[in-house]
């Protein structure tokens, strides 16, 4: 089981910048794939960016690209993301996300979340 928490949430104004930081724990040695997602109030999850374990190959969805930043710790499994210049549309709580790859009796796929954590851009 893999444990993930979120911290580095908070309030900050249009332009600002805030790091978010995820805290891996427990059996981590099958994780592929870490990744920030956000849920604004009334919408659905989304995905916001995301790192893999060989090769630190990231990805953004488009409205975050240029702002937002992933970056991890390989041998931690630790996942970061620098967010600046926000905007209030960014305004969301954001999750922590972690899989695992299927490895033929070594990892099965499973996927985990934090709790969450608050970011909140006015304006």
């Known amino acids: 089981q893999v444990q993930l928490v979120e911290s580095g949430g908070g309030l900050v104004q249009a332009g600002g910048s805030l790091r978010l930081s995820c805290a891996a724990s427990g059996d981590t040695t099958c994780i592929s794939t870490m990744g920030w997602y956000r849920q604004a109030p009334g919408k659905e999850r989304e995905l916001v960016a995301t790192i893999t374990n060989a090769g630190y190959s990231t990805y953004y969805v488009d409205s975050v690209k240029g702002r937002f930043t992933i970056s991890g710790n390989n041998a931690e499994h630790a996942v970061y993301l620098q967010m600046n210049s926000l905007k209030p549309e960014d305004t969301a709580v954001y999750y922590c996300?972690?899989?695992?790859?299927?490895?033929?009796?070594?990892?099965?796929?499973?996927?985990?979340w934090g709790q969450g954590t608050q970011v909140t851009v006015s304006s």
């Open positions: 996300n972690a899989e695992f790859a299927w490895v033929a009796s070594r990892c099965n796929l499973y996927e985990f």
